[in-house]
């Protein structure tokens, strides 16, 4: 079954950087668009960034873009989230999702604190 588990979140400080990962299982990862979404105490779930098959197509929240970068490496069924000039309102939990048309998944979220 697919399985998606992200890692990587945690404490940081206003202005500093943090790289999630997400590691999926149970489908030819390189066959499908991946995506990042957040959701903020209190708020919907948002898209954060997704990215193409090969990696090379990708697309950004406009309140994101420019401090963060989505990659993916087939090889390793991986992507990522490199976070950067972190601000307190990217305070969220962040998910990864796959979707292939009929099905939506999601993984468990890892919580993202931006704070001194």
């Known amino acids: 079954q697919v399985q998606l588990v992200e890692s990587g979140g945690g404490l940081v400080q206003p202005g500093g950087s943090l790289k999630l990962s997400c590691v999926a299982s149970?489908?030819?990862?390189?066959?499908?668009?991946m995506s990042w979404y957040r959701q903020a105490p209190g708020k919907e779930r948002e898209s954060v960034a997704h990215i193409g098959w090969s990696g090379d197509a990708t697309n950004y929240a406009g309140s994101v873009k420019g401090r963060f970068t989505i990659s993916r490496d087939n090889t390793k069924n991986t992507m990522y989230l490199q976070m950067t000039s972190l601000r307190p309102e990217d305070t969220a939990v962040y998910y990864c999702m796959m979707t292939d048309g009929t099905n939506t998944y999601w993984g468990q979220g890892t919580q993202i604190t931006v704070s001194s």
């Open positions: 149970g489908f030819v990862f390189r066959d499908y668009v």
